[in-house]
């Protein structure tokens, strides 16, 4: 977890203070779901991303 929440620091980007609870959640929920679980590469599944994961292991 403290690795995902360093990554979450440094790549979400938020320099601004969201003006609403629910504007911080939607980005939040945007991060994990629209880029890490989809398009970041992961170093423990040998520098793939989740999404191409799945597609393989779906696929075999």
Known sequence: M???FGSMKT???ARQ????RLAAKNVV???????????RLH???GYRSP???QQSVAAA
């Open 2 to 4: 403290e690795s995902f």
């Open 11 to 13: 790549e979400l980007d």
């Open 17 to 20: 203070p969201f003006e609403t």
């Open 29 to 39: 929920f945007a991060f994990i779901e629209g880029f890490y679980n989809r398009t």
């Open 43 to 45: 170093s423990a599944i």
């Open 51 to 53: 999404a191409d994961l």
